[in-house]
Each structure stands twice: as C-alpha cells, then as structure tokens.
C-alpha cells in the first residue's frame, strides 16, 4: 500500500470511530457523568487522579495539565494530577514493591474519600490500574475508564466506564483525548461559569 492510501486509511478510520461516538448516545451520557462526578468532587475539596501507561501515561498527564493548569480560559488551578510523573518514586517502588503496586501505593498515601481516580488503558486489563482501583473502592474514590472495546477487567470495577468501540491502539488513544478534552471544557464551564 503507498504512502498516500495508508494517510487517507488512517484519517478515514478516525473518523469512522469518532462518529460512532457521536451518534450513540450512550457515549454522550457517560461523557456527561464523567465530567458530572469529576466537579462534585472538586467542588467539595477532592483531587482527580490519573494514570495510565506508556501513551496511556502520557494521556493521563495531558488531561491532568489540562484541569491543573488551564483549559480555554484564565481561571483558578483544579486540583489534579498524574499518578506517574514522580520518576524516583516510581522507579524505587517499582524496583523494591513490583510495577503493579506503582499507582495503588501512591494513591494509598494521597488519596481520599471524594476524590475521583482516571484510570486510561486501551485494553482495559492494565494489572497497575486494577490494583489501583481496590485501593480506590477501600477509600470511597470513584473510578472513571477510559479504555478500549469491551473495557477489559476495569469494566467491572469502574463506576463510570468510556469504553472505546474499537480494538486498535492508536485510534483508541485519539478518542481517548478527545473524550478527556470534551470533559475538560464541561469541569471549566460548569466550575467557572463561561
């Protein structure tokens, strides 16, 4: 296949996969109790965690900056955070603990009643997330998926579950930013009033 038709395919696929979410309501309404749940927190004090793996990480990081730093507009810092971005942290507790207890120990020393946990992985079945999420229903965190057709075994322990209707990797993640965009722009709307 040539250059030209591997472009055109891939646009075509996003496109394809980006309408599908828009024309099924279930996604709107998930979107919408996602951004509902991720502003009562805020409202009452509570931090948003994320976290995720490899471009999932780097995803959970995005959308993360996106709430503490700003979105559309100038207006107060909301309290969020990327659960991997301490590089010495997660490297010792990956060494001496194992890789699957890297975000289930930090958000067992940071996390609270109220808070919300984002867990992002394409598969659904990411060990580090899962460990993460029984430290989470332990506290009383919700928990909001992002993840790819099915939901894998976060299905079952998310309260709220965006599962992607697609199997492939990179067109998973460009929903999973546009979904994490579309509940940014709502969480400042609704907090600041624009």
């Known amino acids: 296949m040539d250059v030209d038709n591997q472009i055109k395919l891939c646009i075509e696929d996003s496109v394809n996969l ?24 805020l409202s009452l004090g509570g931090k948003i965690h994320f976290c995720g793996n490899g471009g999932s990480a780097a995803d959970a990081q995005h959308i993360a900056a996106e709430l503490s730093g700003r979105f559309y507009f100038n207006r107060p810092p909301l309290n969020a955070e990327a659960l991997h971005c301490n590089t010495s942290y997660l490297t010792a507790v990956a060494n001496d603990f194992g890789y699957d207890v890297i975000f289930s120990r930090l958000l067992e020393a ?25 430290t ?22 998310s309260d709220i579950l965006l599962a992607v209707p697609s199997n492939c990797t990179p067109r998973i993640q460009e929903c999973h930013i546009l979904i994490g965009h579309i509940i940014c722009q709502i969480v400042e709307n609704q907090m600041f009033g624009k």
């Open 18 to 41: 980006h309408k599908l979410l828009l024309e099924d309501s279930y996604y709107k309404e998930q979107i919408r109790k996602a951004a509902e749940m991720i502003v009562d927190s």
């Open 110 to 134: 940071d996390g609270r009643k109220g808070d919300v946990l984002v867990g992002i992985s394409t598969s659904g079945n990411s060990k580090n997330i899962l460990n993460a999420y029984d």
């Open 136 to 157: 989470a229903r332990e506290k009383g965190i919700k928990t909001i998926s992002f993840t790819g057709n099915g939901g894998g075994m976060m299905k079952d322990k």
